[in-house]
């Protein structure tokens, strides 16, 4: 089997750490894998296949002999290094929102829209936000079925979404709290332990939040489908890992609850948890460090003649990031 040389950058945080991961676990086919890391975190190890590796700093000439670039450190970064790494050679798989919503960049999932990576002139592919790749693994066999006319969404987004800080604040802000101790938040405008913030990303002038936006032009740019109408909340939760959205989806042509369980039953990463009178339905709990989507609450909407509810869980950083870039990896390679 051909083996490939594997640059992660952004190696050192928390997505970075889950691609080197997944990547293990999936037995792909690495010949070398490159952590790179600003000059800051250069030098510190990362563990690769029982092996700690050093990290090195990223640079113009870091991808030399590279065949795939997993990026996952920020917009600037993808900004500036991407088209380096394109023009090097190597395949680009950039978890950032800078080239999301690019024409010239296919936004993939690949359960979804896997034949959009044949036409990448930049050699660059963008993964969706964390939020809207989980949603669309779960809506595409409805969409095949029925159609679907409208969106309405409501996330309950995990702190892991913002990163290590994050993580680490909500720890802090639990002890302090059960300790007694005045609580600081310093990497959300409030506290988020016990809370609920309305509140992911920039505010638009339209009252909409960036984060919520993504979900709206992403899902259409994904389905290729600009008729769909979306609207959408995003909500941060005390949650360290693991994103739950409530879906509500008007169809273009009827279909029973009934019909959409056994659509997703047979859908590809697709893991069906629906009898609440069993108190069965998908937690961050059962979802956290797996692959899968996990669907239930599943009924017809009483309020109008077309509608879907969900509810969808999954682990933002696995199918939200690290999963999602590696599946994409996955299928560029067949083509090489």
Same mark, same amino acid.
């Given at each position: 089997?051909?083996?490939?040389? &594997?640059?992660?950058?952004?190696?050192?945080?928390?997505?970075?750490?889950?691609?080197?991961?997944?990547?293990?676990?999936?037995?792909?086919? &690495?010949?070398?894998?490159?952590?790179?890391?600003?000059?800051?975190?250069?030098?510190?190890?990362?563990?690769?296949?029982?092996?700690?590796?050093?990290?090195?700093?990223?640079?113009?000439?870091?991808?030399?002999? &590279?065949?795939?670039?997993?990026?996952?450190?920020?917009?600037?970064?993808?900004?500036?290094?991407?088209?380096?790494?394109?023009?090097?050679?190597?395949?680009?798989?950039?978890?950032?929102?800078? !080239?999301?919503?690019?024409?010239?960049?296919?936004? /993939?999932?690949?359960?979804?829209? +896997?034949?959009?990576?044949?036409?990448?002139?930049?050699?660059?592919?963008?993964? %969706?936000?964390?939020?809207?790749?989980?949603?669309?693994?779960?809506?595409?066999?409805?969409?095949?079925? +029925?159609?679907?006319?409208?969106?309405?969404?409501?996330?309950?987004?995990? /702190?892991?979404?913002?990163?290590?800080?994050?993580?680490?604040?909500?720890?802090?802000?639990?002890?302090?709290?059960?300790?007694?101790? %005045?609580?600081?938040?310093? /990497?959300? %405008?409030?506290?988020?332990?016990?809370?609920?913030?309305?509140?992911?990303?920039?505010?638009?002038?339209?009252? !909409?939040?960036?984060?919520?936006?993504?979900?709206?032009?992403?899902?259409?740019?994904?389905?290729?489908?600009?008729?769909?109408?979306?609207?959408?909340?995003?909500?941060?939760? %005390? /949650?360290? !890992?693991?994103?739950?959205?409530?879906?509500?989806?008007?169809?273009?042509?009827?279909?029973? +609850?009934?019909?959409?369980?056994?659509?997703?039953?047979? +859908?590809?990463?697709?893991? &069906?948890?629906?009898?609440?009178?069993?108190?069965?339905?998908?937690?961050?709990?059962?979802?956290?460090?797996?692959?899968?989507?996990?669907?239930?609450?599943?009924?017809?909407?009483?309020?109008?003649?077309?509608?879907?509810?969900?509810?969808?869980?999954?682990?933002?950083?696995?199918?939200?990031?690290?999963?999602?870039?590696?599946?994409?990896?996955?299928?560029?390679?067949?083509?090489?």
């Amino acid at each position: 089997m051909q083996k490939y040389n &594997v640059a992660v950058v952004g190696a050192t945080g928390v997505v970075g750490q889950e691609m080197l991961k997944v990547l293990e676990e999936r037995k792909f086919p &690495v010949n070398k894998i490159i952590p790179l890391a600003s000059s800051r975190s250069a030098g510190a190890r990362v563990e690769f296949q029982g092996r700690e590796i050093v990290v090195q700093e990223l640079k113009a000439g870091s991808f030399q002999d &590279v065949q795939l670039a997993l990026f996952s450190a920020g917009s600037a970064v993808s900004e500036k290094f991407a088209p380096v790494a394109a023009q090097a050679g190597a395949v680009v798989i950039d978890n950032t929102a800078f !080239y999301r919503m690019d024409p010239q960049v296919p936004l /993939v999932v690949p359960e979804v829209n +896997a034949g959009a990576l044949k036409n990448r002139p930049k050699g660059i592919i963008a993964n %969706p936000n964390c939020s809207t790749a989980q949603m669309v693994v779960a809506l595409k066999p409805i969409y095949a079925a +029925a159609g679907i006319r409208r969106l309405v969404i409501s996330t309950y987004q995990a /702190v892991s979404g913002t990163g290590k800080e994050a993580i680490d604040e909500l720890q802090q802000e639990v002890l302090d709290i059960l300790q007694m101790k %005045p609580v600081k938040p310093a /990497v959300y %405008p409030h506290q988020i332990a016990f809370n609920i913030l309305p509140h992911i990303d920039d505010f638009l002038d339209s009252g !909409y939040s960036k984060e919520e936006m993504k979900m709206v032009n992403e899902t259409k740019k994904i389905f290729g489908d600009d008729s769909i109408r979306v609207t959408a909340t995003t909500c941060r939760v %005390p /949650v360290f !890992y693991c994103h739950s959205e409530c879906v509500n989806i008007e169809t273009r042509e009827k279909i029973t +609850a009934a019909e959409v369980r056994a659509l997703l039953a047979k +859908a590809e990463n697709v893991i &069906v948890q629906d009898e609440p009178q069993k108190n069965i339905y998908p937690m961050p709990l059962l979802a956290a460090g797996r692959n899968e989507t996990f669907v239930g609450r599943i009924r017809e909407d009483i309020s109008i003649d077309n509608g879907i509810e969900l509810f969808i869980v999954s682990d933002n950083l696995r199918k939200g990031a690290a999963f999602n870039a590696v599946q994409i990896a996955e299928e560029v390679i067949k083509d090489f």
